[in-house]
């Protein structure tokens, strides 16, 4: 005899995603964690490679870069690909965090090390040249430590608002993404074409990004995160034409598109917290300042 269930019920059942849709996100999870761990295997085969005489550009640097950046492509699909499907879950998320880790985290610090500090001739002084590479160590480490921090605090916040709100109908990071952060170091040495830094002073003022980026994630500044931008929906032709053209550029122009794409990311975050600073100082110089009381004649 067939058992009759009640309509919403059906359509509850109808709708529940198959057991094999859970899947389809955790793929992507697992890509992003091998690029990572593939990536830190080619920082030390190229240095390695350095270390045995090779001069000029280091292929497996190259390859670690390249890496990261496809690496950052799948983190933002996982999450879409998960919505989308409707099987977000706490494992899942706990998954990507713990990738991002190591991809965006161990990955790119590995590489920033080994590109621009391992091989940098300081000083001829032992005492000086020890004490800066230690002191470039420490912020390689402080660049992973602050990925894991921004992590954990996009874990355990719901609805986080960034100290200097946007509009309302767009979503934003508070503080920069470990991706993004990840995704400059890669792009630069993409950008170099993996040539080591040997000069001391360019190699402090990479030293001082690192410093910057592992600033900006644990910070409170805004980003926009685009996750309010729907691939579902009909989309005017101008964005077509300018998605279209952003993949012919990175295809025939990819080092110095995505380098700009890193840089420019980055920088929003910094250019909007200055504009705040500003205006609101504007607004302070515009106050009157009070009338002295006078008493009545």
């Known amino acids: 005899m067939p058992i009759n269930l009640p309509s919403p019920l059906v359509d509850k059942v109808s709708r529940r995603p198959r057991r094999a849709a859970y899947a389809l996100p955790t793929l992507f999870t697992a890509g992003n964690l091998y690029l990572g761990f593939f990536s830190i295997l080619k920082s030390f085969e190229g240095a390695m490679a350095v270390s045995a005489g090779l001069r000029g550009s280091v292929e497996q640097w190259n390859l670690a870069a390249v890496a990261i950046g496809f690496a950052v492509a799948l983190d933002g699909l996982d999450g879409r690909i998960a919505r989308l499907t409707g099987t977000e879950s706490d494992f899942g998320k706990e998954m990507d965090s713990l990738a991002d880790v190591i991809t965006f985290g161990v990955a790119p610090a590995v590489l920033a090390y080994v590109y621009g500090l391992l091989f940098v ?10 004490n800066l590479t230690r002191g470039g160590l420490f912020i390689c480490f402080l660049f992973l430590l602050c990925s894991a ?43 170099a074409d993996g040539v080591p830094l040997r000069w ?96 009545p004649g």
């Open 149 to 191: 921090s921004r992590l954990a605090r996009f874990n355990v916040q719901t609805n986080p608002v960034p100290k200097n709100p946007g509009r309302p109908d767009r979503k934003y990071f508070v503080g920069l993404a470990t991706p993004a952060s990840a995704g400059l170091v890669a792009s630069i040495v993409y950008a």
């Open 121 to 130: 001739d300081f000083t001829n002084d032992p005492v000086i040249r020890e």
């Open 200 to 295: 001391w002073p360019i190699s402090v003022a990479w030293l001082s990004l690192i410093a910057l980026l592992s600033f900006l994630m644990v910070s409170t500044w805004r980003y926009r995160s685009f996750k309010d931008l729907n691939l579902l929906t009909p989309r005017s032709p101008l964005s077509i034409i300018a998605l279209g053209s952003l993949i012919m550029l990175i295809w025939n122009f990819s080092q110095p598109v995505l380098l700009g794409i890193g840089v420019g990311y980055v920088s929003s975050g910094i250019l909007v917290r200055i504009g705040g600073i500003i205006r609101r100082l504007s607004k302070r110089s515009q106050v009157p300042p009070p009338q002295p009381h006078q008493q």
